[in-house]
């Protein structure tokens, strides 16, 4: 495809340079570049693309878009006034825009994106369509399966993944969107179907700055429907019980709006009713359009309520039958890292990893760990460093007096000290005068100390990494597995209390 192909007039930039050249692939890294590509030489907090500009030419590039003027650039030059924004309408012109022949469903929210999309995923799996997922997790369809490096890829990964979907032969994709996403538009332009909307709670505010601002991107996903190219029906899943929700309700949209709610007795589309929660599911009466369902999910706790009401609802919005939304639903399984199960070997005690790194999050999930019989209810957790520092105390606050112990200790310290990140996190603790708790910094020392304190009848809750297999320290991302380490301290635990309990040699005198 020629370059002066892709762009057109309406497009917000300068172009220098011959454009009369071929464009074989498009991208943002310069390790990556290979002859003929454009490279997107994008602004970032650690560096700047326009330093790799040199690297790119060398390799092959065909031509470069920048956010300021490259006196020194030899190949035709594109200066984008809002270079993200830009990438994204260039990667969907390259790749003859996928998502205008897909049922795009956007998922977003602070919380419950990945089970959400797992359980979509499940039903339509079920109903025997095929459908693809971008998400936290990993981005996958069919038999392919690729280790997620984002909640939401940069657009032109977007474009190109939902190109290899369609020429699977997919016609359904469930992605998960996060906020920052909206913000820098890497999925300014995609015609979304149905957007979801679960809830909104404190987090990210070390980009967004304020609860508003982060409203604001959220909402931005449902602002965005019906302005595309497709001119089907337009849905708007939200989450009624939700007071950002009910904000959201209340704004103008060109869809149909579809309420969910669980507790509030309130006007909705789909309802929850007679919610049962224990150790081993969920089940609720579900009411819509006039029907009622026996919904009885794996996933326990009152929060997997609202993730499979949405479910329900973008499944049946998507043209599923009814009846097979129920059955798929009935059926789905808990996504990796979600309340997530640790083998004991009999040890008589409970180990979890969940993803819960937010206050709202880590709250909802020691309640549902609390619908299990328990003795104590033991938790590890830190916090992200280079992230939303307000949320630490709040977070201390909640897994204190949620919890009969805490282990306080590192996640994701990034290029902050893990010791001032516990420091926060101690402010809140201290707010409410608890004591039970104690500081590890590291966390696989945290994680044993947890594992061998705990006695039958206990649970251990690792909480904040999930299904991750990673721990960034300063720029470093090395190899770490909650559910690894675990499993290493279980079995090193029942080693020795086996070896205790081992019948002892009677000694005879002679």
Not at 62 to 90: G, K, Y
Not at 208 to 223: I, P, V
Not at 255 to 263: G, M, V
Not at 381 to 387: A, E, L, M, P, S
């Amino acid at each position: 495809m020629k370059l002066k192909g892709i762009l057109s007039d309406d497009m917000k930039i300068f172009v220098s340079g011959d454009l009369d050249v071929e464009v074989s692939g498009i991208s943002y890294d310069s390790r990556t570049v290979k002859n003929g590509y454009v490279f997107f030489a994008l602004p970032g907090h650690n560096t700047d693309g326009c330093k790799h500009i040199g690297e790119a030419m060398k390799k092959g590039a065909s031509a470069i878009v920048s956010h300021s003027n490259v006196e020194t650039c030899q190949i035709p030059l594109i200066i984008a006034e809002d270079i993200f924004r830009f990438m994204s309408i260039f990667s969907a012109k390259f790749y003859n825009y996928p998502d205008r022949e897909l049922n795009v469903i956007g998922v977003t929210g602070t919380n419950g994106k990945t089970t959400i999309a797992y359980m979509i995923d499940s039903v339509l799996s079920h109903a025997g369509v095929d459908c693809g997922v971008m998400g936290t997790i990993n981005y996958r369809y069919g038999d392919k399966v690729v280790e997620a490096q984002n909640t939401t890829p940069q657009a032109p990964d977007i474009y190109r993944i939902m190109r290899e979907m369609l020429d699977a032969g997919v016609k359904h994709i469930v992605m998960e969107v996060s906020s920052h996403a909206l913000s820098l538009g890497r999925v300014y332009g995609i015609d979304f179907d149905i957007t979801v909307f679960t809830n909104l709670t404190q987090d990210h505010l070390d980009f967004h700055k304020t609860m508003g601002r982060y409203f604001e991107a959220k909402s931005a996903l449902f602002r965005s429907l019906g302005t595309g190219e497709k001119k089907n029906r337009k849905f708007a899943v939200i989450n009624i019980d939700d007071k950002y929700g009910k904000k959201l309700a209340d704004i103008g949209l060109n869809a149909e709006k579809k309420l969910y709610c669980a507790l509030n007795n309130v006007e909705a589309d789909f309802k929850a009713q007679n919610i049962d929660v224990s150790s081993s599911g969920s089940k609720f009466d579900l009411l819509y359009a006039g029907n009622t369902a026996k919904i009885n999910i794996k996933h326990f706790g009152l929060h997997n309520v609202y993730n499979a009401l949405a479910a329900l609802a973008a499944s049946v919005c998507s043209g599923i039958e009814f009846r097979k939304v129920v059955e798929g639903l009935n059926n789905a399984m808990q996504a990796p890292g979600r309340l997530e199960q640790v083998g004991t070997g009999g040890g008589g005690f409970e180990v979890l990893v969940d993803y819960a790194h937010t206050e709202d999050a880590l709250k909802n999930v020691l309640q549902a760990v609390k619908k299990i019989k328990h003795k104590r209810i033991i938790t590890v957790f830190g916090c992200g460093g280079d992230r939303d520092r307000t949320k630490r105390p709040i977070m201390g606050k909640v897994a204190v007096e949620t919890s009969d112990f805490v282990f306080v200790t590192s996640d994701n310290p990034r290029t902050e000290d893990p010791n001032l990140i516990v420091l926060d996190i101690e402010a809140g603790i201290k707010r409410v005068y608890k004591t039970n708790y104690k500081v590890v910094v590291d966390r696989e020392e945290a994680i044993k100390e947890a594992v061998m304190m705990a006695d039958k009848g206990d649970i251990v809750l690792l909480a904040g990494k999930g299904h991750e297999t990673y721990q960034i320290i300063g720029l470093d991302k090395i190899h770490f597995s909650d559910i690894e380490i675990a499993a290493k301290y279980i079995e090193l635990k029942n080693q020795k209390e086996n070896i205790s309990n081992e019948p002892k040699q009677e000694e005879f005198s002679f």
